[in-house]
């Protein structure tokens, strides 16, 4: 959701609950939010500004932070603002079944009191890198980009932290920021007619560079390659328009750009019923 200059927007699965907020914040400020507990990983791209909670006690923030802690309960965190600037942040709750399912060691966890990490580490400066770059798309950020990249930066922070078993940590390789920017770029084409979607040549072509490294870059950056991509996004969009229920279900497969039978196929097996079977539950 964006208001202005601000924007705040969330996403939540498995557990995992995404944040993203940019807004700008004037001196003097104060504000209240609620922590609930857990654990929590946080990159803040720019701010200026303290917190104070009951368990943490009063923490400063600046940009080009990275940190993780654990939340024993849910409390209040009060926010107060030093100086005018922009404030730009992206953090991570993950709850017991996200715990779980991350196979991470809860007696550790739950003793652990957290910490700042350095940003100047090569994983975490491209993980940094690329927080900045959803932070400042201009387009709007899709849920399924969040959660995707809040699972990249899940594997980074706590493979930093060591609280994350080594063959659950990922690539962390950074991007460049003109390769972000011809990633986001592709996307954008790919999306812009899911009729009649570019081939993987021709979208690498709009974007600038060739086949095989722009779907080795958009693996990086979306967890998946553009079609793979394009098809989760189809989908998405066709569960949104079943859920309306103001149009026949082969007016959204034609919007989408499948057959009908197709549709079917492919929304069964992601979402465990057919779309007219979905829409006669609800």
């Not at 993980?127 to 899940?154: C, E, N």
């Not at 990633?183 to 999306?191: G, K, S």
């Not at 979607?197 to 021709?202: G, K, L, N, Q």
């Amino acid at each position: 959701m964006s208001s202005g200059n601000a924007t705040h927007v969330h996403a939540s699965h498995e557990g995992m609950t995404v944040f993203l907020d940019r807004r700008p914040a004037r001196r003097g400020e104060t504000y209240r939010s609620h922590m609930q507990s857990g654990i929590w990983l946080g990159i803040i791209a720019a701010a200026n500004l303290e917190t104070e909670e009951p368990v943490f006690g009063r923490r400063r923030w600046t940009g080009s932070t990275v940190t993780a802690f654990w939340a024993p309960s849910e409390m209040p965190s009060d926010h107060f603002v030093l100086a005018d600037s922009s404030m730009a942040s992206l953090f991570i709750h993950l709850d017991p079944d996200a715990q779980q399912r991350l196979d991470l060691d809860t007696a550790r966890v739950s003793s652990w009191s957290g910490l700042t990490l350095s940003s100047g580490t090569f994983a975490l400066r491209g993980i940094l890198d690329q927080t900045r770059a959803l932070l400042s798309a201009a387009t709007p950020t899709r849920p399924h980009d969040i959660l995707s990249f809040g699972r990249r930066v899940t594997a980074s922070v706590l493979g930093e932290t060591d609280l994350l078993p080594a063959e659950l940590a990922t690539d962390t390789t950074p991007l460049p920021t003109p390769d972000i920017d011809r990633v986001y770029l592709a996307r954008d084409l790919l999306l812009a007619d899911l009729r009649n979607p570019p081939t993987i040549v021709e979208l690498a072509r709009a974007s600038g560079t060739n086949a095989r490294k722009l779907t080795e870059q958009f693996r990086a950056l979306f967890g998946m390659p553009p079609f793979a991509y394009l098809k989760h996004y189809r989908l998405e969009q066709a569960f949104d328009a079943v859920q309306r229920g103001d149009q026949p279900i082969t007016a959204i497969a034609a919007e989408i750009g499948y057959r009908p039978t197709h549709l079917s196929a492919a929304f069964r097996a992601r979402f465990g019923h057919s779309p007219r079977h979905y829409r006669t539950a609800m």
